[in-house]
């Protein structure tokens, strides 16, 4: 369990994430972590029950970025979890916002977003330079220790997200679970913290605790 009051946290050391008060991403990196940070933005985190929200994707930094538009080749997993069951977040290919949903029930909805695996490559020297800022220490030792320094990098990732929303006023479901192969669950009702309070998190690999791992601003 990781407790800091801060509105953004990132995990490094092959995992990271950022988690917002009500919004919360993951990456999953298999040789290094992706270079840009991905979203989900919905259009209110307390609407009203049957209110539409609209749920956009986002990438970028410090949640500042750019729209990414629904992409059904991309897509391994877009639902929303509710009081009421979980569904696929409804949505036309190829439109900004990504999805949907009309919350039907009071109470904690959340939005779970995961990416296919994709991968990029990059040059030797800002392979090593981007291991070096993002405190991945131990990928350049693996790398060092192959003679692979010199070498161009291959990154292959998978984009979890999740957001929440509570709608009707009611926050009671703020830990559900999506069973996403890496989800963050708040151990508190993020609705109800003050700006200066601890927010307990469990940050679960395949349902399970994962310990170890470096949290940081």
């Avoid at 929303?80 to 977040?89: E, L, Q, S």
């Avoid at 190829?94 to 919350?103: E, K, M, R, S, V």
């Avoid at 030797?124 to 220490?137: I, N, R, V, W």
């Amino acid at each position: 369990m990781t407790r800091n009051h801060s509105p953004y946290l990132r995990v490094r050391h092959g995992v990271r994430f950022v988690a917002g008060l009500a919004a919360i991403w993951a990456t999953i990196p298999v040789e290094s972590a992706s270079g840009h940070d991905f979203w989900i933005e919905p259009s209110k985190f307390r609407p009203a029950v049957g209110e539409e929200v609209r749920i956009s994707l986002r990438v970028g930094e410090h949640f500042k970025g750019e729209p990414v538009a629904r992409n059904p080749e991309k897509i391994e997993q877009f639902v929303v979890a509710g009081p009421d069951g979980t569904k696929p977040v409804a949505g036309k290919d190829g439109a900004d916002p990504a999805g949907l949903i009309n919350p039907a029930v009071p109470g904690v909805y959340a939005v779970g977003y995961r990416s296919k695996r994709s991968s990029i490559e990059l040059e030797a020297a800002k392979f090593e330079e981007y291991l070096k800022e993002e405190g991945l220490d131990k990928i350049a030792e693996i790398r060092a220790q192959r003679g692979e320094s010199d070498k161009a990098g291959r990154e292959v990732y998978s984009r979890s997200c999740k957001s929440l929303l509570m709608v009707g006023g009611e926050d009671a479901g703020f830990d559900r679970r999506l069973g996403m192969t890496l989800e963050l669950v708040p151990q508190r009702s993020p609705f109800s913290l003050r700006q200066s309070a601890d927010l307990p998190i469990i940050l679960l690999h395949e349902g399970k605790p994962v310990e170890g791992v470096e949290v940081r601003r």
